[in-house]
């Protein structure tokens, strides 16, 4: 089989459709954007209470990054897959057993999770470097704490966190091929597949591969324009 | 010198043998011994198994003695059409895309795929009983065509695993209803341990040549006279039962094609 044969038969099963759910670049995608979203809707919370004065805030949230950065993201996959579902309560709780049955919604967790921790250190970072000035303007202005974080501190901190985070958007893309430990049916998933069929693993790979690349590819650029528009303030000036 | 005589003597004895041997008509069979129970090495280095004593039974019936020649499995059928040996009887399935490049013997033994489920679930390998249920089976197997081809499109929701003991792991916590691989590989690695006691085979060996082959043969050069003998001495020990003698040995069943 040659490569022309190869994407003719299989092109579906690549990019949305195995035939009888969804597969291939559209599941990973998914997976990407769902557990992106939640990342970093939690990580924004967790990064103002880590950066809090109050220590009940901030040791949990330093806990759960340690845990959560200090430990593989397959296992961490495992043992919310494979882990928490044999725990019998687990299954007993109707919502719980709901839950964690579907294995799509273990790996969602699972990414969601680890992304967050990672997310939540860059926001940290980014927060520390906001100049004190900013924030003692902000305070002799009278603004509240909620307003503080609103108006000076998170748009400052999130566009200075830019950079980072696409590295870490890159980084969960490529996490997500080992989504398949949880019988998602994920872009390198499909690969194997095609392996298994036709005994061609360069080819089988190789398109997984490419797949990989042109969404990498898309998000550098995407960030790229983000960052132009969002950081020009940082750009060198004199143009 | 006297390793040298030695040597000298040690090949010239073999040639003799290999001449004697010649005269009595052999017959060479080609296989990769790692694949147990049915071909591999005892400790002491001497060929066993199932496909090793169904050879030795075709050899006797055809009285001429069996010569096997060892070959990486990917390796068999070039090298079956160098003439390296004269048949592989390596537990090779017979498949559409092999029989393009050489002819093979009728199938000598299938081996079966089976469903298993809880005892006493009263599921049965059929799209009208798992309608709406769950069944897992490992990735890249040909079993996982089977259902993606069969029963996918039937209303049956076909989860596939990355490795097989994931899916015992999933049926035992009841993520999945049912769950197809080869019957053999199910009691080895399942029914027969602690964690399988409450699961049983449901229902008979599925079977479907498109995906699941029409099981296992010797492989021999296309159009070689001798596979008319072979055949013949196949169909004899079939019909008098050795062959699913044999089976019932290593198995505990009869996986000979009838």
Known sequence: ????????????????ND???MSGLAMTLWLLVLSLAIGFA???????????QYKALSIPVRLYSYVFRGTPLYVQLLLIYSGIYGITFVQKTELLGMFFCNGFNCAVLAFALNTCAYTTEIFVGAIRNIPYGEVEAARAFGMSWFTLYRRIILPSALRRALPMYSNEVILMLHATSIAFAATVPDLLKVARDVNAATYQPFTAFGIAAVLYLVVSFVLVYLFRIAERKWLAFQAPAGR | MNWKMAFCAGASALVCVMGAA??????KMGLEA??????????????QGFDVDIGNMICERMKVKCVYVENSFDGLIPALQARKFDAINSAMNITAKRKQAIDFTSPVYIVPIQMVAKRGSSLMPTTASLKGKTVGVLQGSSQEDYLKKHWATAGVKVTSYQDQDQVYADLVAGRIDAAVQESQTAMDGFLSKPAGKDFDYAGAPLSDPETLGEGTGLGMRKGDPQRARVQAAIDSLKKDGSFSKLSMKYFKRDIIAK
């Open chain 1, 1 to 16: 089989m040659t490569v022309i044969e190869t994407l003719q038969t299989y092109w579906q099963a690549y990019l949305y």
């Open chain 1, 19 to 21: 035939g009888s759910q």
């Open chain 1, 42 to 52: 939690m990580a924004l919370v967790l990064a103002t209470a880590r950066v809090s």
């Open chain 2, 22 to 27: 010649h005269a009595q008509d052999t017959f």
């Open chain 2, 34 to 47: 790692t694949y147990p129970p049915f071909e591999s090495k005892s400790g002491d280095g001497k060929l």
